[in-house]
């Protein structure tokens, strides 16, 4: 038997009421933080998907454009090769 029916005066029943809708709002809003993350998630999955996309075009287009990407593509290596060694000389 549920504990409302057993409850033995109004305001014992609006208590239990009160407990069963904070907890069923608890519940939604569980609910709806993990849609929002979902939502974040795929957002950045397309944003992701069309960037590969329009590097696999650039990389096919033609021998300028590899050039480019090749400069491009050592220019970020080095820069993070960079960047990490003045992290670690920063931590010590």
């Given at each position: 038997?549920?504990?409302?029916?057993?409850?033995?005066?109004?305001?014992?029943?609006?208590?239990?009421?009160?407990?069963?809708?904070?907890?069923?709002?608890?519940?939604?809003?569980?609910?709806?933080?993990?849609?929002?993350?979902?939502?974040?998630?795929?957002?950045?999955?397309?944003?992701?998907?069309?960037?590969?996309?329009?590097?696999?075009?650039?990389?096919r287009?033609?021998?300028?454009?590899?050039?480019?990407?090749?400069?491009?593509?050592?220019?970020?290596?080095?820069?993070?090769?960079?960047?990490?060694?003045?992290?670690?000389?920063?931590?010590?």
């Amino acid at each position: 038997m549920a504990d409302w029916a057993r409850a033995q005066s109004p305001g014992a029943v609006e208590e239990i009421l009160d407990r069963e809708n904070k907890r069923m709002a608890d519940s939604l809003a569980s609910k709806v933080t993990r849609l929002k993350s979902d939502s974040d998630f795929t957002s950045v999955t397309s944003l992701l998907t069309g960037s590969v996309k329009r590097f696999s075009t650039m990389a096919r287009s033609g021998r300028d454009n590899r050039k480019l990407l090749c400069g491009m593509a050592v220019g970020l290596i080095v820069a993070f090769f960079i960047l990490s060694y003045f992290l670690s000389r920063a931590r010590t």
